[in-house]
C-alpha cells in the first residue's frame, strides 16, 4: 500500500514559483507510476503530469514548459516545480500512484492524498 501527503502549496502573485511535495509512505513505491492532478472550483479534476517508474514524463498542454515533475525513489517523494504560474492554476493539487501503460497512466483510487491548496492571484 502507499500513503500519499502532499505540502507546497500557497498563495503566490503571477509569474511566480511554487514547488509541491508529495510524501509517500509505503515500502513499494518505486513500483508504482506517479502523477500529479488538480481540481478547480466547479470543474472536474484533471490529469497535470504523470512520472513512470523509469522516470518518463507527460504533461497536459497547459503546463508544458513551465511545470515539471520528478520522483526521488530513495526518498519516495514525488515533486511539482511550478514556474510562470498563472490565475488558471488556482486549484487544489492531489498526489496520486496508479500505473502506467501503453501511453496512458491509470490512477488508483485507493492512493489519493488530501490535497494542497495553490492560489494565483495578484
Known amino acids: 500500500q502507499v500513503q500519499l501527503a502532499e505540502s507546497g502549496g500557497g498563495l503566490v502573485q503571477p509569474g511566480e514559483s511554487l514547488r509541491l511535495s508529495c510524501t509517500a509512505a509505503g515500502s513499494i513505491f518505486s513500483f508504482y507510476a506517479m502523477a500529479w492532478y488538480r481540481q478547480a472550483p466547479g470543474k472536474q479534476r484533471e490529469l497535470v503530469a504523470f512520472i513512470t517508474t523509469f522516470g518518463s514524463t507527460n504533461y497536459t498542454d497547459s503546463v508544458k514548459g513551465r511545470f515539471t515533475i520528478s520522483r526521488d525513489n530513495a526518498e519516495n517523494m514525488v515533486y511539482l516545480q511550478m514556474n510562470s504560474l498563472k490565475p488558471e492554476d488556482t486549484a487544489i493539487y492531489y498526489c496520486?500512484?496508479?500505473?502506467?501503460?501503453?501511453?496512458?497512466?491509470?490512477?488508483?483510487?485507493?492512493?489519493w492524498g488530501q490535497g494542497t491548496q495553490v492560489t494565483v492571484s495578484t
Open positions: 496520486n500512484a496508479g500505473s502506467y501503460l501503453s501511453g496512458t497512466y491509470y490512477p488508483d483510487a485507493a492512493y
